[in-house]
């Protein structure tokens, strides 16, 4: 175990008072643009850069990337009180985590949060503390048609679900891969669905779509319905802190599930948003309350949580091992690297010993003092929950336009933030599912793009998605994850699931 | 008050109109496969397709007196209306004054005016939170983080 005398060695480097402190002062700064709508990691990150440049490399990295946690755990916190979530990843998180805070338990659905997703960033760094090399092949064999297939199978674990109505959801869907398509194609460069206006050439922000449908069109409901916030008892719940995050090991199926999906789609190119919704869906399909998701159930916080956090850790590896930011806020670090003096790629393991196991180590220390800040913050955040509707209102509406506003300067966002709320009210009102055309509009793009490129390179063949072992293998899973509901409903249907039923439906698979 | 029927036949309209809007635009792109591969039309092209013809079958199914749909005839109630109405104007209102009076001012009066004329705080308290609130936002935004919000053209107008 030769890397478990490096990760014993990084620690004696990342447990100094100075770098906890440091710690602190990260995960502090990160809760803080975590919370604020239209902050996110990568401002936290870039303004903080000029302040590392002074100091050891060692030292830097572990303060932005303490910002980073901290940044990631606040996101959670606008998911689950207000119905907003701050980044893609944790749009998953509002689907039970709201109903359950606006039921009275928000201290619940924090503390659930924050010690699941504390989980999944646990089993992210072991991961890349016994895996590096090996997982950094795994990302190079990811071409176009390894990441289409890789989308496609999250897609195909979260729309299936059923539930509203089947037109419904197709219409939904196919609203969102259109938003997604507007602007800028990426692959032949121009300009589509503009509608007439210039300013759409930048594409719509999925903050943008997101705040108008969950912030304004979910405080239209709540109005409509004369929703008062339940009367929470006023004594700060700090029992019940510890109470849920003791209830947790009792959902240790789906806790290990939900990290395995996290770690697989971190390395995977997937991301973390891919993994947050995957992990739902597949929650939702396979727990045994799977019919009460969407009402506050404890799984439906859990899943999307650790999953994101299982991601988003372990999608730091690749930018660390072979020079490819996996998102923003690595993007932004790496260009700290480089000002640090430092190469990243695969030398850095050999020539900066120091610096990487500094930073691995740091990472399992950075999460512990992140989800102990965190936890502390709960009942303030929980208090939130006790102001006045009308008051609290007007505040989200600030939050939203101000979040939309800032995501690129554009007083254009702000209009059509508030145009996607009245959207968001109707399909609310009308049973619409919202999810799937939130998924379309944040992965949309991506997965549109990934097929073209891959039907590029086999010049119009679907044969290219069957090619190798691993292509195969992620698009099958994926067809049958979208077929199994309909097998399920056979099965019901003939009363007794006869195996036939199940074997023919395979054979299709192998065969489309 | 708004009936169901009403209500989805008005979004079934709009998601319809949108698949239109999309199909058309979309042509401009060119579908089809050319030496470049597929272009850049047809995926929203079908996308809009799809759209089209789900909203028409919505848009039956809603006009259709079908059985699930008579046990709620009505959606929105006068009184739900009416409280729609109450947060959605002022904030419509709101959004609509910023290019004039900029973030800052456009917020404090949107809270002013939402607490204090209904009667839901003292004028006292409803003007403490609005300036709070426009404080709060300068300071985190143009100060801590750095990001301009619009300062309005009344504000350009005196040269801040």
């Not at chain 1, 419904?168 to 007439?196: H, Q």
């Not at chain 2, 009667?119 to 983080?145: D, I």
Request: net charge neutral.
């Amino acid at each position: 175990m030769d890397n478990l005398g490096e990760l014993l060695h990084g620690f004696t480097i990342a447990v100094t008072v100075p770098h906890l402190a440091l710690m602190v002062v990260g995960v502090l700064l990160g809760i803080l643009v975590g919370v604020l709508p239209g902050l996110g990691a990568p401002n936290g990150v870039s303004l903080l850069l000029p302040l590392t440049f002074g100091m050891q490399p060692v030292s830097a990295i572990i303060l932005l990337s303490s910002m980073y946690w901290g940044a990631l755990f606040g996101g959670s916190v606008t998911s689950i009180l207000f119905n907003i979530p701050g980044e893609p990843s944790s749009v998953a998180t509002t689907f039970d985590g709201y109903p359950m805070a606006r039921d009275g338990r928000p201290t619940t659905a924090l503390a659930t949060a924050f010690g699941s997703a504390a989980f999944g960033a646990l089993v992210g760094v072991i991961l890349i503390t016994f895996l590096a090399s090996w997982v950094a092949q795994v990302a190079l064999a990811f071409g176009p048609a390894e990441y289409f297939a890789v989308y496609f199978l999250a897609f195909a674990s979260f729309v299936g679900m059923g539930g509203a109505a089947p037109i419904k959801t197709v219409v939904a869907l196919a609203i969102g891969f259109a938003i997604a398509a507007i602007g800028i194609d990426t692959v032949s460069g121009s300009v589509r669905l503009t509608m007439g206006i210039d300013e759409l050439v930048k594409g719509v922000n999925f903050v943008v779509a997101v705040m108008g449908l969950f912030g304004i069109g979910e405080l239209l409901v709540a109005v409509e319905e004369e929703f008062h916030a339940r009367a929470v008892s006023s004594k700060i719940e700090w029992r019940e802190v510890f109470r849920a995050i003791g209830r947790l090991p009792r959902h240790s199926v789906a806790l290990l599930r939900s990290a395995a999906i996290g770690c697989w789609m971190g390395i995977t190119p997937g991301g973390p948003t891919a993994a947050s919704f995957m992990s739902y869906g597949i929650a939702r399909r396979f727990s045994r309350r799977g019919r009460y998701f969407g009402t506050g159930e404890v799984e439906g916080i859990i899943s999307p949580e650790t999953a994101d956090h299982a991601a988003g850790t372990s999608a730091l590896l690749p930018m660390l091992s072979l020079g490819i930011p996996g998102s923003a806020t690595a993007a932004v670090m790496m260009g700290g690297l480089m000002i640090w003096g430092l190469n990243p790629g695969p030398m850095l393991f050999v020539d900066q010993k120091d610096f990487v196991w500094g930073l691995i180590a740091s990472m399992y220390v950075g999460n512990i003092v992140a989800v102990v800040l965190v936890l502390l913050t709960v009942p303030v955040f929980a208090a939130l929950m006790r102001i006045p509707f009308v008051i609290i209102a007007p505040l989200i509406v600030i939050i939203c336009v101000v979040g939309a506003y800032s995501v690129s300067n554009s007083y254009l966002d702000v209009v059509m933030m508030l145009g996607f709320g009245i959207v968001g009210y109707l399909f609310k009102k009308l049973f619409y599912p919202l999810a799937p055309l939130v998924l379309a509009i944040v992965i949309g793009d991506k997965a549109e793009d990934a097929f073209r490129q891959s039907m590029l390179m086999s010049k119009g063949s679907l044969g290219i998605f069957f090619a190798n072992k691993l292509v195969t293998s992620l698009v099958v899973g994926g067809i049958a994850l979208l077929l199994l509901p309909l097998v399920l409903q056979l099965a019901r249907l003939f009363r007794k699931p006869e195996p036939p039923t199940t074997e023919t439906t395979s054979q299709e698979k192998v065969i489309i | 008050m708004i009936s169901r029927r009403a209500l989805e036949l008005a979004t079934a309209v709009l998601t319809g109109s949108f698949g239109v809007a999309v199909v058309v635009q979309s042509l401009d792109n060119g579908i089809g496969w050319s030496s470049a591969g597929v272009d850049s039309g047809t995926f929203p092209f079908v996308i809009g397709l799809v759209i089209v013809l789900g909203s028409l079958y919505n848009l039956v199914r809603g006009v259709l007196p079908a059985t699930s749909l008579a046990s709620v005839p009505i959606a929105i109630t006068q009184i739900e209306l009416r409280r729609l109405a109450g947060l959605f104007v002022p904030a419509a209102i709101f959004v609509a004054a910023i290019p004039l009076l900029g973030m800052y001012l456009a917020s404090a009066l949107y809270i002013f005016a939402v607490l204090a004329v209904p009667r839901h705080q003292s004028l006292l308290r409803s003007l403490a939170m609005a300036a709070a609130t426009a404080l709060a936002l300068y300071v985190v935004f143009e100060r801590m983080f750095q990001v301009s919000l619009p300062h309005g053209a009344l504000a350009a107008a005196f040269g801040f």
